[in-house]
Nanobody, 114 residues
Framework: VQLQASGGGLAQTGGSLRLSCAASESILSVNNIGWYRQIPGKQQRDMVA????????SYAPSVQGRFAIYRGNAENTVYLQMNSLKSEDTAVYYCNTWPGFAPWGQGTQVTVSS
């Protein structure tokens, strides 16, 4: 079982990107899902946002008010809408269950520059 993140790329400061997390519906619908990021030079992945099975959400303080996590209507995708991007959002972004017990996928690179 693996959750696959996509949608990263290059954005300017203040810009927006939307990331997608794809997996089987059976995985996404019955688990809390989290977005994580790994900043260059750090080994650990930090939680960015979580959506639980009841669609309640929580966010890291650094992205609160700028990022939004939500489940797609098709129920086999979870999205991370990222607005007002900052240079410190540059990282490789991953999705996984919360807590992260599935194998980690490749992630998707997000680079924010001015």
């Amino acid at each position: 079982v693996q959750l696959q993140a996509s949608g990263g790329g290059l954005a300017q400061t203040g810009g927006s990107l939307r990331l997608s997390c794809a997996a089987s519906e059976s995985i996404l619908s019955v688990n809390n899902i989290g977005w994580y990021r790994q900043i260059p030079g750090k080994q650990q992945r930090d939680m960015v946002a979580i959506v639980n099975t009841g669609n309640a959400t929580s966010y890291a303080p650094s992205v609160q008010g700028r990022f939004a996590i939500y489940r797609g209507n098709a129920e086999n995708t979870v999205y991370l809408q990222m607005n007002s991007l900052k240079s410190e959002d540059t990282a490789v972004y991953y999705c996984n269950t919360w807590p992260g017990f599935a194998p980690w996928g490749q992630g998707t690179q997000v680079t924010v520059s001015s």
